[in-house]
Every structure is written in structure tokens, then in C-alpha cells.
């Protein structure tokens, strides 16, 4: 167990719709980090929150947002979902350093 | 945006045997990352690396920063078969500040056979 739980595991959604993914970060760390996993572009960075606020963007489409709460916990948002958006997305958290930098089990996305 | 190139896509190896992966890049990175995936799980770190010539070891894992801070190796000597899975090379860009976002090469995966 990394410290960093997501829910859900799996998701079977149709076009068109919109979920939410959730991340509880590992206790003490304020930064979330979100990831997509797909077979052919890889891992790839989406958006990073620190303490509440939104730190760095990477390849995050316009359909999708994300948050950061109060207890640290953290929600990204998939609206208007197309095929392609089927993927596994991970979240990470960390405190200070890269060492702690750590991924959770990740949320499998079906889009059908 | 940057790019880390990982070689080889796929092993075929047998078991006992040492093993060998690099990344590549066009840019600069100011610190190297090697993961492991296993199947249903995320990454784990393995190796970091924070030093252009850094030579890192854990266990039978050694892991090189290339001194043009573009490059890095991973070595896995004597292979075993919980060592299947999926290794990725990983960085953080040069730079004052910024983004904390990893860029991953495509991953290397390694399959033993009996």
C-alpha cells in the first residue's frame, strides 16, 4: 500500500458523460499530482495542485479540471468523455523532494 | 514539450541474465528517475538520481546520470521473476523553478522466460 488511495478502481462511462475521480494523497503531503496512462502516448503529466492551489499544468484538456480540497484530498473532472479518453489515471502525492514523489493504484477509465 | 526517449521498447531475456535500458533526451534534465510498474499498480520509484555522473545503486539495480545531463541508463544484473514488468525512465527538466510534472519515456518491458 503506496499511502495513496484513488477511487474508484474501474469506470465504464458512454460518451458524452462526465465523472470524477478521487485522490486521497499519502498523510502529510500537500502536493497531488495527476497522470494519464495510455497505450500510446505513455504516461503523461496533467495538473499539479499544492496546499489548495493549482502549481503546474502539463497536457490537460479543456473538458477536464481539477481541484484540490481543504483536507488535501484532490478531484479531477472529465466531462464530455470520448473514446480516447480511455486511459488509466494515477495520482501521486508528495511532501518535499522527489524521493517521496508516489503514485497510487489508479483509476481504469472505460469509455464506451 | 520534452521528450525522453526509451530504449529498448521490449526484453526477451532469460533468467539470471543481466539486463540493460537507457533513456535519451533532446533537452537537459536536472534530475533522472527510474519507476517499475507492475500490472494494476502505479509506478515505483526505484533509483533517483540528482547529479550529472552519478552512479546509484539499489540491490542488483545500478542507475547512471549521464554527464551531458541528457542520457541515463538502468542495469539489472542477475534478472529474476518477480523482475517482469514495465521500467520507465523519468525527469524533471532544467530549470530554475516551475512545473513539478515528470516527463516518462515510453517504458521498457521486460519479460523472462522459463
Known amino acids: 500500500d503506496s499511502g495513496v488511495t484513488q477511487t474508484p478502481k474501474h469506470l465504464i462511462t458512454a460518451t458524452g458523460q462526465r465523472v470524477t475521480l478521487r485522490c486521497s494523497p499519502r498523510s502529510g503531503d500537500l502536493s497531488v499530482y495527476w497522470y494519464q496512462q495510455s497505450l500510446d502516448q505513455g504516461l503523461q503529466f496533467l495538473i499539479q495542485?499544492?496546499?489548495?492551489?493549482?502549481?503546474a499544468k502539463g497536457n490537460i484538456l479543456e473538458r477536464f479540471s481539477a481541484q484540490q480540497f481543504p483536507d488535501l484530498h484532490s478531484e479531477l473532472n472529465l466531462s464530455s468523455l470520448e473514446l480516447g479518453d480511455s486511459a488509466l489515471y494515477f495520482c501521486?502525492?508528495?511532501?518535499?523532494?522527489?524521493?517521496?514523489?508516489?503514485f497510487g493504484s489508479g483509476t481504469r477509465l472505460t469509455v464506451v | 514539450g520534452q521528450q525522453l526517449n526509451q530504449s529498448p521498447q521490449s526484453m526477451f531475456i532469460q533468467e539470471g541474465e543481466d539486463v540493460s535500458m537507457n533513456c535519451t533526451s533532446s533537452s537537459i534534465f536536472n534530475t533522472w528517475l527510474w519507476y517499475k510498474q507492475d500490472p494494476g499498480e502505479g509506478p515505483v520509484l526505484l533509483i533517483a538520481?540528482?547529479?550529472?555522473?552519478e552512479l546509484t545503486s539499489n540491490g542488483r539495480l545500478t542507475a547512471q546520470f549521464g554527464i551531458t545531463r541528457k542520457d541515463s541508463f538502468l542495469n539489472i544484473s542477475a534478472s529474476i521473476p518477480s523482475d517482469v514488468g514495465i521500467y520507465f525512465c523519468a525527469g524533471l527538466p532544467y530549470s530554475g523553478g516551475g512545473a513539478d510534472g515528470l516527463t516518462f519515456g515510453k517504458g521498457t518491458h521486460l519479460i523472462i522466460q522459463p
Open positions: 495542485y499544492y496546499n489548495g492551489e493549482e502549481r
Open positions: 538520481l540528482y547529479k550529472a555522473g
Open positions: 501521486a502525492s508528495s511532501g518535499t523532494g522527489v524521493d517521496g514523489y508516489t
